[in-house]
């Protein structure tokens, strides 16, 4: 589904991601991780279309995406989160969903004005999908609640109804277990792998709690760097020297 070859990101004198290459397949949930500087949120970055990338290629369902903006990304089905979630903290939870879906006819004040039927067809639609979506992540009983006063856990599933409300074709994870308690973490995990299994998406997974990533990724892709270090099943990365030396000079990876 996404293929990234020789990709490079310089910031001045600063080389972030350097002739960095992987793929992922369609499917999948693939991990990415690393020590911190090692690239990753700069690779997840330019996948998405917030940094141009300085050079190389980044190909999606056998298109060049290099360089497009995060919008046309949306439209291709790229959709990332972010380790700190972006709700719209006065707007309720139902209606952080209600928004994302694009080209709705009520956001025109003409067709609010002549077509006012068609406007009012789809909002309910739309509601409805939305409705299904929170009893999908088991949170409707927070459909009315105002996104800024949920906890850290419940924004991070809100993250996966918005997802899930933008028809994503390959989701960016961006630590989705950062500043999670226990309980709600494996209710994430448990909703990523249901969204795979149930509704066919792919995911890219950052994190850092590598028990999370060994009960939901395979591959692992590794990066230190700025480039790839090596990939494959988090038993064979556990036991890899060189991700031990990039880790913690030589210690364990846990």
Same mark, same amino acid.
């Given at each position: 589904?996404?293929?990234?070859?020789?990709?490079?990101?310089?910031? &001045?004198?600063?080389?972030?991601?350097? @002739?960095?290459?992987?793929?992922?397949?369609?499917?999948?949930?693939?991990?990415?991780?690393?020590?911190?500087?090692? &690239?990753?949120?700069?690779?997840?970055?330019?996948? !998405? &279309?917030?940094?141009?990338?300085?050079?190389?290629?980044?190909?999606?369902?056998?298109?060049?995406?290099?360089?497009?903006?995060?919008?046309?990304?949306?439209?291709?089905?790229?959709?990332?989160?972010?380790?700190?979630?972006?709700?719209?903290?006065?707007?309720?939870?139902?209606?952080?969903?209600?928004?994302?879906?694009?080209?709705?006819?009520?956001?025109?004040?003409?067709?609010?004005?002549?077509?006012?039927?068609?406007?009012?067809?789809?909002?309910?639609?739309?509601?409805?999908?939305?409705?299904?979506?929170?009893?999908?992540?088991?949170?409707?009983?927070?459909? @009315?609640?105002?996104?800024?006063?949920?906890?850290?856990?419940?924004?991070?599933?809100?993250?996966?109804?918005?997802?899930?409300?933008?028809?994503?074709?390959?989701?960016?994870?961006?630590?989705?277990?950062?500043?999670?308690?226990?309980?709600?973490?494996?209710?994430?995990?448990?909703?990523? !792998?249901?969204?795979?299994?149930?509704? &066919?998406?792919?995911?890219?997974?950052?994190?850092?709690?590598?028990?999370?990533?060994?009960?939901?990724?395979?591959?692992?892709?590794?990066?230190?760097?700025?480039?790839?270090?090596?990939?494959? @099943?988090?038993?064979?990365?556990?036991?890899?020297?060189?991700?031990?030396?990039?880790?913690?000079?030589?210690?364990?990876?846990?």
């Amino acid at each position: 589904m996404l293929t990234i070859k020789n990709l490079n990101k310089n910031f &001045g004198g600063l080389q972030a991601v350097r @002739n960095c290459s992987f793929e992922i397949q369609e499917g999948s949930i693939t991990g990415l991780i690393g020590p911190n500087g090692a &690239g990753k949120t700069t690779t997840f970055n330019m996948i !998405a &279309g917030e940094e141009r990338p300085t050079s190389g290629r980044i190909m999606f369902e056998g298109q060049e995406i290099s360089g497009l903006p995060t919008y046309e990304m949306f439209h291709r089905g790229i959709v990332r989160t972010f380790q700190i979630p972006h709700e719209f903290s006065k707007m309720t939870v139902l209606e952080n969903l209600m928004v994302v879906p694009p080209e709705q006819p009520g956001e025109s004040i003409i067709k609010n004005w002549i077509a006012r039927g068609a406007v009012m067809r789809r909002e309910k639609e739309i509601q409805e999908r939305a409705e299904e979506s929170l009893e999908f992540l088991s949170i409707s009983h927070l459909w @009315n609640q105002e996104a800024g006063n949920l906890s850290g856990g419940q924004k991070k599933l809100l993250e996966l109804g918005r997802t899930m409300m933008a028809d994503a074709k390959l989701v960016l994870l961006d630590e989705p277990g950062a500043g999670v308690n226990p309980t709600l973490l494996m209710k994430i995990r448990d909703m990523i !792998a249901r969204l795979r299994s149930d509704r &066919g998406y792919t995911f890219c997974v950052i994190e850092h709690d590598m028990d999370m990533i060994a009960s939901l990724c395979d591959p692992v892709i590794v990066m230190a760097e700025g480039t790839v270090l090596t990939q494959g @099943n988090m038993n064979d990365i556990r036991s890899n020297p060189e991700v031990l030396e990039a880790y913690l000079g030589g210690g364990e990876v846990q």
